[in-house]
């Protein structure tokens, strides 16, 4: 007989005479695989369903008849420690008066006393910022609690074979998810599972991948049964060990760095409690180093090429520290110092954490990333020390008993526990694993199997009071459970949109404001309408945190003529999230109404100042509204080199001339423009044939670099004394691979640098491949260069060509050309331009040989070229 089949015909032992906990453990599984499979059970309405299995559940496994003798002390928090927490929840969520209000929560006060200008002063208001939110986290919970309390009566109440009952369940999930998330990497597709995000699939698979390694295990050991087929027993040991590798292979192939470190860290610690209960001593210190040493050579080698590069965004700086995390944890402590005792309310992150962001605004945070420091923002010091003494015992008892207790079975199921507790411990500090309804059952689900493990040899006898008063909490849950989750999937399905039935659902904590709202937006015909004021200041009266709902406040006083009141919500939501987007542009919208321009540009400024995100709608918004561009430069753009050079281009972009010059000047004034600006607006002029204005511009940006462009020569950089800047009217120089270009700054006519062309003698070049474009007036140029040669063969040598640059044959002007060796010669021409011609082409130029002999080789350098005007002009 198997070992998995002796473990199920215990069922019917003596001293097993109910059906009643196997039955409630299959309810329980199945609330966990729903919750798994609806992507984590972030969707209310599925998670419900998991609720009323959860409730169902502990209903069968309590209403039992109680049997002492045989159960086991029961480990981890007592009734005491569990409903004070619970209890907490839910004092966040009870209406207290004002004054007391203000010594619980200052802030949360405060707050509240704005809404006296716009509405009838509050009286009693519950410490969550968002009550209706803290009331559903209140009953998950509960959920979670219930679950914990089952699975715990069933672990302290079975033989230690038996107990791995409820790892199966564990492990088969596990193993399904990893499965598919195996499809998904062979199909090329993100692997994820069935969640939304690949960190909490990961985050499952850390927590079941221990349980899975330690059950394994297990099986191997039970040797010892005297029914025990060694044949099955390897079979059934190999297929859970290769359930094992499929969910390692799939946490692997999740791509989640943490997900990866987490899962090794609950390896490491499976294999330190392993050491540690049976060495002492140097040896087990030895033994630790060991470990380490293979779990880092693991860490280095293991994983693919694409997890590693993943892991390169780890060590960035700025906003994008620790991917982008560390900036948010830093907002996320003055959320912390703003409700340091009481918090904002269990699950009330995401709306009071606004006011504080000041780093990647581009996004809104449901979540800090960091499960300690999200708990410690909403519970306070006193919920989170709360929270704390529920937990440290249950997390203690693993480890004690991964250590002390002489049972096999128990001590491999104590260290299958302390790895996933470790586990979700390293990836809850970059993460929110416990958010995810699927991951904190799970995480409840191996709580209870920790707490029901005795950690001596032989278990103690419980105490029947403490057991009695479990009993009567459990059940007081699932009652709770049974009632709370039909009534949230009543409401969601059939009342969710009708005011006067939201009214009253709200009254017992199950609330849709927003569906209010938006079902008020539609009239009887289904067309727009405005909602009404009386239902804004009522959504505004249950949220005050909220800048969204001051704005929607406002927009209703805006539609009365109300504009005293309009502005202050508008103040109060700008107060509320000072550096998010959406809420200022919003209020930039509504400011505009009031016809308070500098006031409605400055809000988008501080956008632009903040992010590069919303560019695009903010300038076609400026477009929109037919802002001059002046206004928009004096009001609208930040003192900020990324917004005014985003402008300028935008301008550019919509072939706006006047106003994108208007711009330049702007950018040029504040010091914000570089070469590559310059060039692209150069280029925007020169194709718009507004040569002299790109003229102009390029010798305002170059200042006191201009050297004379403009005034005596109208040709820069002819000393190249400059790198080239790649600008419509500098050197131009297309490389070949049989011509070495570049500045030489051995050898200069004038200044330290000189241009210097070597020929390799390959080819009989037709060359012309350095050139600049020099803008010009009509009239009379002298045109003159330095030119040295060494040892230029063939009888065509280099000189230059004059062109006009629109490629019309009204100008062709060529200067000598020199052969040989030749020391520092000037090259000169005077020619005139017709008043047709507006740019030039200065090129340098070797014709192709006639010769047999007509490879050219030898070096050329110029320098000190120049483009002056003369008196005369042409056709005046």
């Known amino acids: 007989m198997s070992t998995t089949s002796r473990v199920f015909e215990s069922i019917s032992s003596s001293d097993r005479t109910s059906l009643r906990a196997p039955l409630a453990l299959v309810l329980l599984s199945l609330a966990l695989g729903y919750a798994v499979l609806q992507n984590g059970g972030v969707l209310l309405t599925e998670w419900n369903v998991c609720l009323l299995l959860i409730g169902l559940a502990a209903f069968i496994c309590w209403t039992g008849r109680l049997s002492p003798a045989t159960a086991a002390a029961s480990s981890g928090p007592g009734p005491l420690v569990l409903l004070l927490f619970l209890g907490y929840i839910a004092f966040q969520c009870l209406p207290l008066p004002v004054g007391l209000l203000r010594i619980l929560s200052p802030e949360r006060a405060r707050i509240l006393d704005t809404l006296a200008r716009v509405a009838a002063p509050v009286h009693f208001a519950p410490l969550a910022t968002t009550p209706a939110t803290t009331f559903l986290y209140l009953f998950r919970f509960i959920g979670y609690t219930t679950a914990f309390l089952a699975i715990r009566e069933m672990s302290r109440r079975w033989s230690a074979q038996r107990r791995w009952l409820a790892v199966m369940p564990v492990v088969a999930f596990a193993a399904l998810e990893a499965a598919l998330g195996l499809w998904q990497n062979g199909a090329g597709e993100e692997v994820q599972g069935t969640y939304v995000n690949r960190n909490h699939f990961a985050g499952f698979l850390e927590m079941a991948l221990p349980l899975a390694l330690a059950y394994g295990i297990a099986l191997l050991g039970w040797r010892r049964a005297q029914r025990s087929s060694p044949t099955l027993r390897i079979v059934a040991a190999c297929t859970v060990l290769i359930l094992v590798g499929t969910i390692f292979a799939g946490l692997l192939c999740s791509l989640s760095k943490m997900g990866f470190v987490a899962g090794l860290g609950g390896l490491f610690t499976m294999a330190v409690l392993t050491a540690a209960g049976r060495l002492r001593g140097w040896k087990l210190g030895l033994a630790v180093a060991g470990i380490a040493v293979l779990v880092l050579f693991l860490f280095v080698f293991l994983p693919s090429d694409e997890l590693v590069a993943r892991f390169g965004g780890v060590a960035a700086q700025g906003d994008a520290a620790a991917e982008g995390r560390w900036p948010i944890w830093r907002d996320t402590l003055h959320l912390v110092a703003a409700y340091p005792i009481f918090g ?182 289904g067309n727009v309408a405005a909602v009404p004021e009386a239902v804004l200041l009522k959504a505004l009266g249950r949220d005050p945190h909220s800048p969204d709902r001051w704005c929607d406040a406002a927009d209703g006083f805006l539609r009365s003529g109300e504009w005293n009141q309009a502005e202050y919500c508008l103040s109060r939501a700008r107060a509320l999230g000072p550096n998010i987007p959406p809420v200022l542009m919003r209020v930039s919208d509504s400011y505009f109404r009031l016809d308070q321009i500098r006031l409605a540009l400055e809000q988008r400024s501080h956008i632009l100042q903040e992010t590069d995100t919303y560019d695009g709608l903010i300038f076609d918004w400026y477009g929109t509204k037919k802002l001059a561009a002046s206004v928009i430069l004096a009001n609208g753009l930040p003192d900020d080199t990324r917004a005014g050079r985003a402008y300028l281009r935008h301008l550019m972009t919509l072939d706006q001339s006047r106003d994108a010059a208007e711009a330049w000047s702007w950018n040029i004034g504040h010091g914000y423009v570089d070469d590559r600006l310059a060039n692209d607006y150069l280029g925007f002029l020169v194709n718009r044939q507004e040569f002299e204005a790109a003229a102009q511009a390029w010798a305002l940006y170059l200042g006191p670099r201009r050297e004379g462009y403009l005034e005596t020569n109208w040709i820069y950089n002819g000393e190249f004394e400059n790198e080239l800047s790649g600008s419509p009217f ?147």
């Open 344 to 525: 904002s309310g269990l699950g009330t992150y995401a709306g009071a954490f606004l006011k504080y962001q000041t780093s990647i605004v581009d996004r809104l945070f449901d979540f800090a990333h960091n499960d300690y420091l999200q708990l410690a923002a909403e519970l306070g010091a006193a919920g989170f020390l709360l929270l704390a003494a529920l937990v440290l015992p249950v997390v203690a008892n693993a480890f004690r008993a991964a250590t002390r207790s002489r049972d096999p079975d128990t001590r491999w199921m104590a260290m299958g526990c302390a790895g996933a507790f470790t586990a979700i411990g390293l990836h809850s500090l970059a993460d929110f694993n416990t958010y995810i309804p699927a991951n904190a059952l799970l995480l409840a689900w191996i709580g209870g199997i920790s707490a029901g493990l005795p950690a001596q040899a032989k278990p103690a006898a419980s105490r029947p009071d403490r057991q009695l008063a479990e009993r009567r909490i459990a059940l007081c849950l699932a009652g709770l459970l049974v009632v709370y989750a039909p009534a949230w999937i009543l409401f969601r399905t059939a009342f969710r949109s009708d005011p006067r039935a939201e009214s009253v659902f709200c009254r017992f904590g199950i609330c849709d404001t927003d569906a209010v709202i938006a079902a008020e937006t539609l009239d009887h015909a």
């Open 730 to 876: 500098d050197w131009r120089i297309d490389q070949r691979d049989d011509v070495d270009v570049s500045r030489d700054a051995r050898m200069a006519h004038g200044g330290t640098h000189s241009l210097r062309i070597e020929f390799a003698g390959k080819d009989n070049l037709n060359y012309s491949y350095v050139s600049e474009t020099a803008f010009v007036k009509p009239g009379r140029y002298r045109f003159e260069a330095w030119v040295r040669t060494e040892r230029i063969t063939t009888d065509e040598g280099v000189g230059f060509q004059i062109l006009d640059a629109t490629g019309s044959a009204r100008l062709d002007v060529r200067t000598e050309r020199l052969t040989g060796t030749n020391d520092w010669k000037r090259i000169e021409r005077v020619f005139d331009v017709a008043p047709q011609t507006k740019l030039v082409r200065i090129q340098v130029v070797r014709q192709p040989s006639l010769r047999f002999d007509n490879k050219i080789s030898g070096t050329v350098w110029i320098d000190s070229v120049r483009l002056t005007p003369g008196n005369r002009e042409i056709g005046r």
